[in-house]
């Protein structure tokens, strides 16, 4: 069946440094690809997505690259800060929308 | 708006107990799902329902079921309560066919 995996966490990074949390999947077909953030306390919520190969998807500074032919969707961004501090899932959906797949999540750190 | 709730936000109970938890979507959505989330922050999908009826049906105990009244609202009906129930039950919706899910602010359950 499908299924997504993701770098261990957790990860502690100082203010302003550079973050990327890979992320590969595998599923048959051409998967819708997401990535989500859990806040302490709080639901997760959508950051970004991407429909098709070679997409980008982009918000609040971050970016992930629809990759088909190394299966992969890494997120990015260039100087992170405190407030970034939160729990992320790489996730994939098919196009039929029935099979929905989160990978185990990546809990991120931010230091001042 | 509140576009996924959920009721309660916090659920204390004794072991052996039945109770529910409440979920209502106002978007629109035509498919609604129940998430377990462990101490790990570990998303484990439980049940999924299109229009009313059920298309998903993970690997739970059978003192778990699931009722959906109507599109908008998909409720969760815990028998029997155990220990290892203790989580965060998440709601979450979506238009299907492969777009992203919207997730309501979760229920943490705590079992005595």
């Known amino acids: 069946g499908d299924s997504v995996t993701q770098m261990e966490g957790p990860v502690t990074l100082s203010e302003e440094a550079f973050l990327t949390i890979n992320c590969t999947y595998t599923?048959?077909?051409?998967?819708?690809l997401f990535w989500y953030v859990q806040y302490p306390g709080e639901g997760l919520q959508l950051l970004l997505k991407?429909?098709?190969?070679?997409d980008k998807g982009s918000n609040k500074g971050f970016e992930a690259t629809y990759r088909k032919e190394t299966t992969s969707f890494h997120l990015e961004k260039g100087s992170v800060q405190v407030s970034d501090s939160a729990v992320y899932f790489c996730a994939l959906s098919d196009k039929g929308g029935q099979n929905f797949v989160f990978g185990p999540g990546t809990r991120l750190s931010v230091l001042p | 708006d509140t576009a996924v709730s959920q009721t309660p936000k916090y659920l204390v109970t004794q072991m052996g107990n039945d109770k529910s938890i409440k979920c209502e979507q106002n978007l629109g959505h035509d498919t609604m799902y129940w998430y377990k989330q462990d101490s790990k922050k570990f998303l484990k999908i439980m049940f999924s329902y299109n229009n009313k009826e059920l298309i998903i049906n993970e690997t739970v105990p059978n003192r778990f079921s699931p009722k959906s009244p109507d599109k908008a609202h998909l409720n969760l009906h815990i028998n029997s309560l155990e220990l290892g129930d203790s989580a965060v039950y998440f709601c979450?919706?979506?238009?299907?066919?492969?777009?992203?899910?919207?997730f309501g602010p979760g229920t943490r359950l705590t079992v005595l």
């Open positions: 991407a429909t098709k190969a070679d």
């Open positions: 979450a919706s979506t238009l299907r066919g492969g777009n992203e899910q919207f």
């Open positions: 599923a048959t077909g051409y998967p819708s």
